[in-house]
């Protein structure tokens, strides 16, 4: 009985998961398609490679579901026609999209480059 109780969690777990990730998928495949952007992923592939292999790790791992969202927000792109291109992410976040300075972090989860005086979130800015 625990163990069929347990079984019908994780199912519900997996299925409100899912129906998540359609949702974020469909509105950022929407989000592109209506400002005619191209959408950019950092690969993070080497992620669950590089994890450490410990069982609360990989519960943790387990229990992502970015590669999930992922993955529905690339084939509601695809059917959409848009544009998808992974990056690697090393440095993603420091070098600016403007002029490639350095950017400093202001605070307020927002980069600023001294250079050009670009300012951006954090986890938009991508070079």
């Not at 592109?32 to 952007?37: E, G, I, N, P």
């Not at 450490?52 to 590669?67: A, D, E, G």
Request: charged share 35%.
């Amino acid at each position: 009985m625990l163990g069929e109780l347990l079984k019908d969690h994780g199912e519900r777990t997996r299925n409100i998961s899912w129906d998540y990730a359609h949702k974020i998928g469909d509105l950022g495949a929407k989000l592109a398609l209506k400002h005619s952007s191209i959408i950019i992923f950092e690969d993070l592939d080497k992620l669950r490679k590089n994890a450490k292999k410990s069982r609360r790790s990989n519960k943790k791992l387990s229990l992502w579901f970015c590669r999930r969202i992922q993955f529905c927000i690339e084939y509601k792109a695809k059917e959409r026609g848009l544009r998808l291109i992974r990056v690697d992410p090393k440095e993603t976040s420091s070098t600016c999209p403007r002029c490639s300075s350095k950017l400093v972090d202001s605070g307020q989860r927002t980069l600023k480059c001294n250079n050009c005086s670009f300012i951006g979130d954090r986890d938009v800015v991508l070079r």
